[in-house]
């Protein structure tokens, strides 16, 4: 487990602050840039600017808590950067399991004949 952390180059988990413009309101954030670099990957994934994701992300918390505003909003992002990336490779793979249930299922209905197609289950 701890190569995990080795390999890792230290610029990754150096903070970084930067400001933004949140609603005209100018907010600094400070975050590690390894969250820089997967909230500029969820932004050009989106096409938009890594300010214009930021926004979205910040009125989402605010809905959820219409009453005041995010308590830690640097938080709110590392959390949003961790579930983007547990979805994107929960996506992937199941994107990488289908193609073998396919291709099972075209073996079978190859081998029975076109008139004989059947669930692969």
């Not at 413009?21 to 994934?45: D, M, Y």
């Not at 214009?52 to 992002?77: G, H, K, M």
């Not at 949003?80 to 299922?105: D, I, K």
Request: proline residues 4%; neutral net charge.
């Amino acid at each position: 487990m701890c190569k995990i952390y080795l390999a890792t180059d230290p610029i990754q988990y150096e903070p970084r602050s930067r400001t933004l413009r949140i609603h005209g309101v100018a907010t600094t954030i400070r975050l590690e840039n390894e969250f820089w670099q997967v909230l500029q990957k969820i932004a050009e994934s989106q096409s938009k600017t890594t300010n214009q994701i930021i926004t979205e992300f910040y009125d989402e918390a605010v809905c959820a808590t219409p009453d005041e505003a995010p308590r830690n909003f640097a938080s709110v992002l590392r959390v949003t950067c961790c579930r983007y990336l547990e979805l994107r490779g929960n996506q992937a793979s199941q994107v990488q399991q289908r193609p073998q249930s396919q291709a099972v299922t075209l073996e079978l209905v190859g081998a029975r004949g076109a008139g004989a197609i059947r669930s692969a289950d």
